[in-house]
């Protein structure tokens, strides 16, 4: 398996945190993924990376991981939890309630907005994760909705 960018070691070794074999195996797997994984997805690919890997392994990790800001855990449309490299770069998350696809959109102007509102309440925005969920257009093609 292909090692990510050095990026992920580096904010480890910043705040502290060793690189482990089990941390490299689940932040190339993400550093890789085309979407959003959920953890059991992440395990089914670790253990082809490592076979002795066990799911409460790969959970420990990401809750370490997203501990410390390397990880993001992202509470999207559905019951299951998915995770991404936080790589920094602000972005929403569009999710269709019909068959679960999520887009990420640049979130400067939403961004704004959640700003914007909390000056109008007297509240200092410092952090906006955006999720807007509705149904996406072949979804809606499929249930005969127009656009």
Same mark, same amino acid.
């Given at each position: 398996?292909?090692?990510?960018?050095?990026?992920?070691?580096?904010?480890?070794?910043?705040?502290?945190?060793?690189?482990?074999?089990?941390?490299? +195996?689940?932040?190339?797997?993400?550093?890789?993924?085309?979407?959003?994984?959920?953890?059991?997805? +992440?395990?089914?690919?670790?253990?082809? !990376?490592?076979?002795?890997?066990?799911?409460?392994?790969?959970?420990?990790?990401?809750?370490?991981?997203?501990?410390?800001?390397?990880?993001?855990?992202?509470?999207?449309?559905?019951?299951?939890?998915?995770?991404?490299?936080?790589?920094?770069?602000?972005?929403?998350?569009?999710?269709?309630?019909?068959?679960?696809?999520?887009?990420?959109?640049?979130?400067?102007?939403?961004?704004?907005? !959640?700003?914007?509102?909390?000056?109008?309440?007297?509240?200092?925005?410092?952090? !906006?994760?955006?999720?807007?969920?509705?149904?996406?257009?072949?979804?809606?093609?499929?249930?005969?909705?127009?656009?």
């Amino acid at each position: 398996m292909k090692h990510t960018s050095s990026l992920a070691d580096s904010r480890l070794r910043d705040i502290g945190k060793r690189v482990t074999s089990q941390r490299r +195996i689940v932040m190339d797997i993400l550093a890789s993924a085309e979407g959003h994984l959920d953890a059991s997805e +992440i395990y089914e690919r670790a253990r082809q !990376a490592n076979a002795t890997l066990s799911l409460a392994t790969v959970y420990r990790t990401l809750k370490a991981l997203c501990e410390n800001g390397v990880v993001r855990q992202l509470h999207l449309a559905g019951e299951r939890h998915h995770y991404e490299l936080d790589r920094e770069d602000r972005h929403a998350h569009l999710v269709c309630s019909v068959c679960g696809r999520i887009w990420e959109v640049d979130s400067t102007s939403l961004s704004r907005a !959640a700003r914007a509102a909390g000056r109008e309440f007297g509240f200092q925005v410092t952090a !906006a994760r955006m999720e807007v969920v509705g149904v996406c257009a072949s979804c809606r093609n499929e249930l005969g909705q127009e656009k």
